[in-house]
Every structure is written in structure tokens, then in C-alpha cells.
């Protein structure tokens, strides 16, 4: 973490506010603007990106990637802007936390892949580029989403040491440790060798 100069009430707001723009489902909501359904009766059920793409909607399925980073990310900014680099993170975790465990959906959220990502990139561009690059790299080697998720939550901690950010080890391995327990039932699938590819239609989350 970096150096505390705000004060606890100060984080705590920071905290809440990140956790309440976290919590704004935008799969869901874009799901039934565009009249595509209820996502809890789709394919897993989810919120995510993914799971939105079961309704055979790109655009729906690329616009909630983009808002679902993008709350992250405007999460993360506006803390740094209005208070300083100890909100910023402290704002980022509580978005993804929000994503996870969303207070509108009695805490049934998503696997904040997409989160993830948005506020490694408002943290640091070029380490938010890097982790893309490694899902993009993971997922054309595997041609499994999930899969490719979990590399780059793993490498995520050491593209921060690489780069050279300490201060944000603790946040990059609770992000890990997070999207790897969001996806259990997708690691026992891949053990199994049952785990969907990408481009295959399948219900799994």
C-alpha cells in the first residue's frame, strides 16, 4: 500500500463510494435495456461480459465489458484526483469488492475480471496493458476465458514488482486471491477437461 495520508473518515468514504459504483450491475442493466432478458436466466447466470455474449448480443456483451472496467477505473480516478494515491487504492479494491458482492443483488455479483482490469489501468496504464496482454496472449494460446483470467490475475503481482510499484503488491494479491476463489468451479472444470473454449457455445459460467 502507499503511505496513509488521508485520514481513516476520509478512506472510509473513499471505500464506500467505491464500493457503491462497483456494485451498479451494468450487465443486467444493459441486458434488459436491450431487451435481451433477465442474465440470471441466461447460460450461468452471471453478470459479466461472458455471459452476456451467451445472449448472442456483441454489442451488449462489449458495452458491459467496457462499463464494468470503467467503474473501476472512474473509481479509482476520481479518488486520486479528489483525495490522493492511498484513496485511489482503497476506492479500487471497494469497486472490485462492489463488482463481487454487489449490495443491489444480495451480493450475488460477477468474477470482476473486466474490474480487475479497469483499475490496474487507471492505476498504472502500462501495467493495466500488460495485464491485458497477458489475458489476450493466455486466451489465443488456450482458447479458454477463464483460464486466461486466472494468468493474469497470477502475473498481475509480478508485472507490479517488474515495474517496479511495491505499493501495490498487497492490492495485486488480494485481486488474485479474489479472482481465483470467484473461479473454483472453473478450475475443477479445467482439471476435468470440460471447461467451454472460446467461440463454443456452452451454459457453464
Not at 178 to 184: A, C, G, P, S
Request: glycine share 12%.
Amino acid at each position: 500500500m502507499p503511505e496513509i495520508s488521508s485520514t481513516y473518515q476520509i478512506l472510509a468514504f473513499a471505500a464506500f463510494a467505491g464500493y457503491l459504483l462497483g456494485s451498479i450491475p451494468f450487465g443486467m442493466i444493459i441486458a434488459r435495456v436491450m431487451g435481451l432478458g433477465n442474465l440470471r436466466d441466461i447460460g450461468s447466470g452471471n453478470i459479466g461480459a461472458t455471459n452476456v455474449l451467451r445472449t448472442g448480443n456483441k454489442g451488449a456483451a462489449a458495452l458491459t465489458l467496457i462499463f464494468d472496467a470503467g467503474k473501476g477505473a472512474v473509481a479509482v480516478l476520481v479518488a486520486r484526483a479528489l483525495i490522493g494515491e492511498d484513496a485511489a487504492q482503497i476506492a479500487g479494491l471497494a469497486a472490485f469488492l462492489g463488482h463481487l458482492f454487489p449490495i443491489w443483488l444480495r451480493f450475488r455479483g460477477g468474477k470482476g475480471v473486466a474490474t480487475f482490469l479497469g483499475i490496474l489501468l487507471a492505476l498504472y496504464w502500462p501495467l493495466g496493458l500488460a495485464a491485458c496482454a497477458t489475458w489476450l496472449f493466455a486466451a489465443i494460446l488456450m482458447r479458454m476465458s477463464s483460464l486466461a483470467a486466472l494468468v493474469s490475475a497470477a502475473m498481475a503481482p509480478l508485472w507490479m514488482f517488474m515495474m517496479h510499484h511495491g505499493e501495490m503488491l498487497l492490492l495485486g494479491v488480494i485481486f488474485t486471491i479474489l479472482i481465483y476463489l470467484r473461479h473454483t468451479a472453473n478450475l475443477a472444470r479445467i482439471k476435468a477437461g470440460t471447461e467451454p473454449k472460446i467461440g463454443r457455445k456452452n451454459s457453464a459460467p
